[in-house]
């Protein structure tokens, strides 16, 4: 155990009076805060974490993900973890295949039971995290409207959240995504708009009531392509399919649209479908949930900020990218776990283990980062899925880890 002196006892300031102390505080209860505080309790740091919502059951998690040996699963491992992970995988889920805009397909490729990519559902590996925390590890339903340092306080910062309290701190992570609230205090970059915009819909109970779709997907990730448009999902492992039409628009392409009239929606995304394979613009045509938009965009590649006293970044808030490197959920939780193990080995010393971390996932995420905008432009390019089909060739003999994944 590592003795938690390495964070400043709130005892040691003149002002302790202010607001409650919380010797680390991460803002944000998705997968990369989780892991965060999971590493970190285990190195015997004490530990808040603010999550938006209102309980661990507030929303739907979202589908599938690959967890990756070198990142993800290597994050569960310095979690203490990864043998409750591999028993909650999807097995088959690794199947991937690639169709034309007619539902030719191009490639087909059946899941090896390797378990460098394994699959799991984002919920239950958020539960997973959720169940290793100790008890009241999480605050819920808090929600940050502001963040700024303390006067006066080297490296604390006061946290304030809608319900009007406050609390105070001498480690702030911002590990709350893209739209983060942490993120200024560092950089004023924000995220930029990609140039594709996704439509989410879910076909449920595929194999009974949408078997034609339930074929064509196959029993893992799809990337049915055609120059500007793209059809991309995941069979998930309660047999429901959840896809994507993806298409490269204006950024207000998706206001033009009446969101509210789901059969207006579908119609027109099937209007971008003309022309394509029955079975795929059924994923549309029968979707069993409304229409939903998300716009993709990413940090400029290679972000980075000036080391700051007391606060730091990871996952989204600090390099959210495009989808297409299958990398975002990876890479928040190895962010999170290198950020504990950073202030694990340098006891007594805050600001020497952040700028290391930072050093480390600077470089890492600049390098994924240009990949994912790399394979963006690749999967909508006007002669797609050519691209596609041509990288998976000449990866067939190599290492496999930088393979696109479909939307997570």
Known sequence: ????????????????????????????????????????????????????????????????????????????????????????????????????????????????????????????????????????????????????????????????LSDGSRLSTDLLVGADGAWSKVRPLLSDATPEYSGISFIEVDLDNADVDHPEQSAVMGEGMLFALGGSTGILGHKESDGSLHVYAGHRAPENWVDTIDFTDVEAAKTAVLELLDGWGEALRGMIIHADSAPIPRRIHALPVGHSWDRMPGVTLLGDAAHVMSPFGGEGANLAMYDGAELALSLANHPGDVESALARYEAAMFSRSAELAQGSADNLEMIFAPDAPRGLVELFASFDEEDFSRIPSAAQ
């Open 1 to 160: 155990m590592t003795d938690t002196t390495d964070i400043p006892d709130p005892t040691d300031s003149p002002d302790t009076t202010a607001s409650p102390h919380a010797p680390v505080l991460i803002v944000g209860g998705g997968l990369g805060g989780l892991t965060t505080a999971r590493v970190l309790q285990l190195h015997g740091f004490a530990v808040t974490v603010l999550e938006l919502e209102p309980d661990r059951h507030g929303r739907t998690q979202g589908g599938m993900l690959d967890i990756h040996d070198e990142t993800g699963q290597k994050a569960l491992r310095t979690a203490r973890l990864h043998e409750k992970f591999l028993t909650r995988i999807h097995q088959g889920g690794e199947a991937m295949r690639i169709l034309d805009k007619h539902a030719t397909v191009l490639r087909d490729d059946l899941d090896s039971g390797a378990l460098e990519r394994a699959e799991i559902d984002r919920g239950s590996l958020r539960e997973l995290l959720l169940d290793s925390l100790d008890v009241g590890t999480v605050r819920w339903g808090s929600k940050v409207i502001a963040v700024r340092p303390v006067d006066g306080q080297f490296g604390r910062h006061e946290v304030e």
